[in-house]
């Protein structure tokens, strides 16, 4: 039990990364606004590397079925269902005060956290010491995605503090993943092969039909062109997470 105590904490610390945004309480409102379209750009770029070089490398090496690329493409028409539901729901009156992609960044964000906790979780099944490297290497490409996910939400409408405490209770989905990926570590392998490619399809969707879109409206040259900088900045961060894992 020793281990199981290590692994929720560690789960809690990667949760606690949710919390970086509250820098951003130190900026000025102009200031913030000035530089979200990067925080876009980057979120979009994370969203991209994470689903291509981080959540389906991880998938095929635990299966190499073509059904990863089925699971892939349900995620992403999940998502799409799911975005014209809240499109309806908040929007159909003509009135949107807060972008239906926000709630499709948490809910995906959600998933993704509870995939690293099934991680956490079976890693200190193995012994302290490789959980603890594992939970390193997890908190190094959460920085860069969660900084992402908090320009989401401010972007799309919800203020700094809604976006901090809805922003951490998306990240607690990994301490309810490591609780059931230690004791369900032995059947970890099945479940992820569904839940990796399925977050993916949900990243891509979200980057490609939600984020990237908002960059191409930004009619500024300068801002414009800092933005593609950052979503490059964004790959170049989980690629680099993904070589350090290797």
Known sequence: M?????????SIAVSLISLVGILSLLLKDKWLDKILIVLIGFAAGGLIGGAFLHLIPEALE???????FIYLILGFVFFFILEK???????HKGICDIHAFTYLNLF?????NFSD?????????????FGIVTTLVIIFH????EIGDFGVLIYGGFSKFKALVFNFISALTCVVGTVIGYFLSTNIGTFSVFLLPFTAGGFIYIAACDLIPELHRQPDLKKSTFSMLAFLCGICFILLA???HK
Do not use: M, T
Request: charged share 15%; glycine share 10%.
């Open 2 to 10: 020793n281990n199981f105590f290590w692994a929720v904490g560690a």
């Open 62 to 68: 635990r299966s190499r079925d073509n059904i990863i």
């Open 85 to 91: 539901y809240f499109y309806w729901r908040h929007c």
């Open 108 to 112: 995906g964000d959600g998933i993704h």
């Open 117 to 129: 906790g099934l991680i956490i979780g079976a890693s200190f099944i193995v012994n302290v010491h």
């Open 142 to 145: 959460e920085i860069p995605q």
């Open 242 to 244: 993904r070589l350090i």
